[in-house]
């Protein structure tokens, strides 16, 4: 039982570069979400994707844009990479937006923007 | 002001020791609570929920005071395994999980 998987793990890119970050979950998850990680500012949210068809910008989303494939897909692109966005990304995905506040997350993919 | 703030640690324990963590929330209209476990360098895990009313799941206690919008999560006996960053999370509003930065636990032997 894979989960959420992530593509890639890790990447270097340089400045002004652009690249996607792949997402893909097997639980039959009707919501999605794209997270960063800094050291000390915790994870905050880019994008998530309530259901198929949806997308809503979260506490972060300039830089990046997102696209919620299908109901299994939900990718990330950064369209001129800067170093500001070297973090950790993860994606993760829960059963529905509201109320067990279990979300599943994937191992990351570790950014980093020379 | 950070919805969701947490004593970033380090809390160096020893084995067997009982240790405490608190988080406060900003949001009063916040619904529901979590602890996430984060190991180095992994991705976070859902511990466990926190209810009004306390809630225990083996060694590990939370508790809501929503008086005074804090969380806590009590762990005994603690275990080397049980060193991780735990993450305080708040529930807002129709879709919005709040993540605290994390307060590290380092338990020695």
């Known amino acids: 039982n894979a989960g959420v998987t992530q593509t890639p793990k890790f990447q270097v890119l340089k400045t002004g570069q652009s690249m996607t970050l792949q997402c893909a979950q097997d639980?039959?998850?009707?919501?999605m979400y794209w997270y960063r990680q800094d050291p000390g500012m915790g994870l905050r949210l880019i994008y998530y994707?309530?259901?198929?068809?949806?997308?809503d910008k979260g506490e972060v989303p300039n830089g990046y844009n997102v696209s919620r494939l299908n109901k299994r897909e939900f990718s990330l692109r950064l369209e001129s990479a800067a170093p500001s966005q070297t973090s950790v990304y993860f994606c993760?995905?829960?059963?529905?937006?509201?109320?067990?506040?279990?979300?599943?997350f994937g191992e990351g993919s570790r950014l980093t923007v020379l | 002001r950070k919805e969701v703030e947490q004593d970033p640690g380090p809390f160096n324990v020893p084995e067997g020791a009982t240790v405490a963590f608190n988080c406060t929330y900003s949001?009063?209209?916040?619904?529901?609570f979590f602890w996430y476990r984060q190991d180095c360098r992994k991705e976070p895990k859902l511990l466990m929920s926190?209810?009004?009313s306390g809630n225990e799941d083996g060694r590990f206690t939370a508790q809501l005071n929503r008086a005074s919008q804090y969380i806590s999560l009590l762990i005994r006996d603690s275990k080397l395994s049980d060193s991780a960053t735990y993450l305080c999370?708040?529930?807002?509003?129709?879709?919005?999980?709040?993540f605290g930065k994390g307060t590290m636990l380092l338990v020695s032997p």
């Open positions: 993760a995905s829960s059963e529905t937006t509201a109320g067990t506040g279990e979300l599943f």
């Open positions: 639980m039959n998850h009707n919501s």
């Open positions: 994707s309530a259901s198929e068809g949806t997308t």
């Open positions: 949001n009063s209209a916040s619904q529901s």
């Open positions: 926190v209810y009004s």
């Open positions: 999370v708040a529930l807002s509003g129709y879709s919005t999980l709040t």
